[in-house]
């Protein structure tokens, strides 16, 4: 069985560093074809695709965030961490981290954790 | 980066009906095309993957089709639990992008 929660802080101060954890099982990422995701969602809004992170280590960034987003995996711990600095009011959003499997060559995300609602305020 | 753009945004519908959303690239996505059903307070879940695969586990009422910039997905016989919100996402390209979503209501 297949699954994935966030963690970390669900408040944080503007100009702060958000760290948030996906922690999973059911699948290791060091199979050949998987990756995590973060993905977040504005209260009311659509889906926005943050960061990818592969088996093999490749890295995924938006560009719009690249300068403040970083992604890394913990393959001991079967973890992938989201870290986003200068947190902003705009930010507050519903983080997700969802489970990349490839198939052929296209990728989608098929296992999803139950989202954790970041908000940013003083 | 690659623009995805629903249509419709909101789609009233009924129970038994058949239901199409379109999606369409900014530019070709061969099949590089993923669809979402979001239901309140809810994750995504995976519904439709290269464009036209149905995920495990997913009711064969949910069809997709289409290829480099123009798809959809049909919704056969509409049932109370597909009223949701659909979203494409296409992968051919990062950064990865979704459509703006199409709500399906009563």
């Known amino acids: 069985q297949i699954t994935l929660k966030e963690s970390g802080p669900t408040l944080v101060k503007p100009t702060e560093t958000l760290t948030l954890t996906c922690t999973f099982s059911?699948?290791?990422?060091?199979?050949?074809?998987?990756?995590v995701g973060w993905i977040r969602q504005p209260p009311g809004k659509a889906l926005e695709w943050l960061a990818l992170i592969y088996w093999d280590d490749d890295k995924h960034y938006s560009p719009s965030l690249k300068s403040r987003v970083t992604i890394t995996k913990d393959i001991s711990k079967n973890q992938a961490v989201l870290t986003m600095t200068n947190m902003d009011p705009v930010d507050t959003a519903t983080y997700y981290c969802?489970?990349?499997?490839?198939?052929?060559?296209?990728?989608?995300?098929?296992?999803w954790g139950q989202g954790i609602l970041v908000t940013v305020s003083s | 980066d690659i623009q995805m753009t629903q249509s419709p945004s909101s789609l009233p519908a009924s129970v038994g009906d058949r239901v199409t959303i379109i999606c369409r690239a900014s530019?070709?996505?061969?099949?590089?095309l993923s669809w979402y059903k979001q239901e309140p307070g809810k994750a995504p879940k995976l519904l439709i993957y290269?464009?036209?695969s149905l995920q495990s586990g997913v009711p064969s009422r949910f069809s997709g089709s289409g290829s480099e910039t123009d798809f959809t997905l049909n919704i056969s016989g509409l049932q109370p639990e597909d009223f949701a919100t659909y979203y494409c996402q296409q992968s051919y390209r990062t950064p990865w992008t979704f459509g703006q979503g199409t709500k399906v209501d009563i």
């Open positions: 290269a464009a036209s």
């Open positions: 530019q070709s996505i061969n099949n590089y």
């Open positions: 059911g699948f290791s990422l060091t199979t050949n074809g998987v990756g």
């Open positions: 969802p489970r990349l499997m490839v198939a052929g060559t296209v990728g989608s995300f098929d296992y």
